[in-house]
């Protein structure tokens, strides 16, 4: 299966801020995808980023708050904007293996102050 | 849209017991995916259910995907505290539609 680098693997950031997440992938793969994961709860999909692209996004998630960057297949950044604490969450970006399920990065812990 | 419902929320056994966490989907799935997140880890791929009936084992876990490919369990036989996290179920529409859709997990502690 792929390996995945995600970082920062945390932070503490002040409200109004942005930080950007950077996942970056040991193969070429056509989908990207970035999960949000609150405290204690499921993984929610925010977007899937493809190459060459504009990112795709699930309801509730908009690209002036979470813009993404797929600039070739094995790399992709994901920006929280304008943070508030709301924004306090696990984010992980995965990839799709064939009959492998799917590889998670492992994970950018970010906490709103 | 698609729904993933999983049951129980959170489950704490003792040692040596047998746990049992349920899936089920609003929709009929292509496959149902598990996974399992260690605390403060990240969700691991454990199996993937493709075909209507099929059972899977992987030593004390089995898993298995029900006729009309809605609904799924994972079964682990004997727990052991290494089986302590919390399990996901995902299921796909669409085999070449590649979005999953988590159910909202089954967290196990295990007492030894």
């Known amino acids: 299966s792929a390996v995945i680098s995600q970082k920062p693997s945390r932070d503490i950031c002040q409200r109004g801020t942005s930080l950007t997440i950077q996942c970056q992938v040991d193969s070429q793969v056509t989908m990207m995808f970035w999960y949000r994961q609150q405290p204690g709860q499921s993984l929610t999909l925010i977007a899937t980023?493809?190459?060459?692209?504009?990112?795709?996004?699930e309801s509730g998630f908009v690209i002036d708050k979470f813009p993404i960057s797929r600039p070739n297949l094995t790399f992709s950044t994901l920006t929280v904007s304008n943070m508030s604490p709301e924004d306090s969450s696990i984010y992980l970006c995965?990839?799709?293996?064939?009959?492998?399920?799917?590889?998670f990065g492992s994970g950018t812990r970010l906490t709103v102050v | 849209g698609q729904q993933v419902m999983q049951i129980p929320q959170y489950q704490h056994v003792q040692e040596g017991e047998d746990f049992t966490t349920y899936c089920n989907s609003s929709?009929?799935?292509?496959?149902i995916q598990w996974y399992k997140q260690r605390p403060g880890g990240h969700p691991v791929f454990l199996i993937q259910?493709?075909?209507?009936?099929e059972v899977k084992k992987q030593k004390r876990l089995t898993f298995q995907f029900g006729e009309a490919k809605k609904n799924s369990s994972l079964h682990i036989t004997a727990t052991q505290t290494t089986d302590v996290g919390t399990y996901f179920c995902?299921?796909?529409?669409?085999?070449?539609?590649?979005?999953?859709?988590f159910g909202k997990g089954t967290m196990l502690l295990v007492s030894p």
């Open positions: 980023a493809n190459q060459g692209s504009e990112a795709t996004y």
């Open positions: 929709t009929t799935l292509s496959n």
């Open positions: 259910l493709v075909k209507s009936g």
């Open positions: 995965s990839v799709e293996g064939i009959n492998y399920g799917y590889t």
């Open positions: 995902a299921g796909q529409m669409n085999s070449g539609y590649s979005t999953l859709t």
